[in-house]
């Protein structure tokens, strides 16, 4: 059999990591988007969240059957286009939901209890409270997602006391002790202390939130998100920020990153920004690797067995 190849889009994976979990299948491993230049036998990616792949880079792999997004997401895959052309897309989601999960409290608990607002004026020799800090319990928290993440955010918020409710137009079923479901996004929103977001970006997700939706929150209220950078509309943030509709917001994912000097959300105080770090940590880096050699290893021997017992033949990177 003509040893197939994978390519991984990724510099985060192990790849000595995924070597060993992938042993025993005729695969060679590559990294480096110049690997795709040459698409004879390339059955596999591995696309990291950084890395866009194009619907033009689809049409000439034509012995491409899987690709593993290593992150929770797709919206960096052309993911319609692939499936038309035969090829399965996985996920990685649940590697980092307790990284998320925490960094979202992390980033909460930092707005109301203004720690970043207070240090910068304490570096400014400024000994006071500005900020207004916030007591946490009783705190009325709005999740705008209830998977996996949504849930393991509500969890900590519950254990500190705060009322959280939630809305998730894609999984309708769910439900979470302690958690009240509301029936819209408007009604999220306008009972809210702090808004954290936990969706995936879809098309009818783009700019889920503008400057409509945040004038339908309580003035001074707040706005975290450690989701996808085009849920908002950044450049309302900053006026809402700035008007004081929004006593601050919070993000961790943005529309553009790595951001230019210029981007609005950088000119205004009031926001902070971590840089796309929320998932990581020693162990959630290893699960990744685990997680899509996981997915990679079992869905390639099993492709392998179908094509030597299918008929007609199998394409040639499959013989």
């Known amino acids: 059999m003509?040893?197939?190849?994978?390519?991984?889009?990724?510099?985060?994976v192990d790849m000595a990591r995924l070597t060993a979990m992938i042993a025993g299948l005729p695969l060679s491993l590559e990294a480096g988007r110049e690997a795709l230049h040459d698409a004879s036998g390339l059955v596999a990616l591995l696309v990291g969240p950084e890395t866009v792949l194009t619907t033009a880079d689809v049409t000439v792999l034509r012995d491409l059957r899987l690709v593993v997004a290593t992150s929770a997401g797709k919206d960096h895959l052309p993911e319609a286009t692939l499936r038309e052309a035969g090829v399965e897309v996985v996920d990685c989601a649940g590697y980092c939901t307790d990284e998320v999960a925490d960094h979202t409290i992390a980033l909460i608990l930092d707005l109301l209890?203004?720690?970043?607002?207070?240090?910068r004026e304490v570096r400014r020799l400024r000994w006071s409270h500005q900020g207004r800090p916030r007591q946490i319990a009783g705190t009325r928290l709005a999740i705008a997602g209830l998977g996996r993440i949504g849930q393991a955010?509500?969890?900590?918020?519950?254990?500190?006391?705060?009322?959280?409710?939630?809305?998730?137009p894609y999984q309708h079923a769910t439900s979470f002790e302690g958690v009240t479901r509301v029936a819209s996004l408007p009604a999220l929103l306008a009972a809210?202390?702090?808004?954290?977001?936990h969706l995936p970006l879809r098309a009818d997700a783009y700019h889920l939130i503008g400057a409509?939706?945040?004038?339908?929150?309580?003035?001074?209220s707040y706005l975290v998100n450690v989701a996808r950078g085009g849920l908002v509309d950044e450049a309302a943030v900053a006026a809402a920020v700035r008007s004081g509709q929004l006593g601050g917001a919070a993000f961790d994912v943005l529309a553009a990153e790595p951001p230019s000097a210029g981007e609005i959300l950088l000119q205004t105080p009031g926001i902070t920004i971590t840089p796309h770090s929320a998932w990581y940590s020693?162990?959630?880096e290893r699960r990744l690797t685990d997680v899509a050699g996981a997915a990679l290893a079992a869905r390639l021997a099993a492709y392998r067995r179908n094509a030597n017992a299918a008929a007609?033949?199998?394409?040639a990177a499959w013989r």
């Open 2 to 12: 003509t040893q197939s190849r994978v390519v991984v889009l990724d510099p985060v």
């Open 113 to 119: 209890r203004a720690i970043t607002v207070a240090d």
């Open 153 to 168: 955010v509500a969890a900590r918020a519950l254990a500190l006391g705060m009322e959280v409710a939630a809305y998730d």
């Open 192 to 197: 809210c202390d702090v808004l954290t977001l």
């Open 212 to 220: 409509a939706e945040l004038e339908l929150m309580p003035r001074g």
């Open 282 to 284: 020693p162990e959630a």
């Open 312 to 315: 007609p033949q199998p394409p």
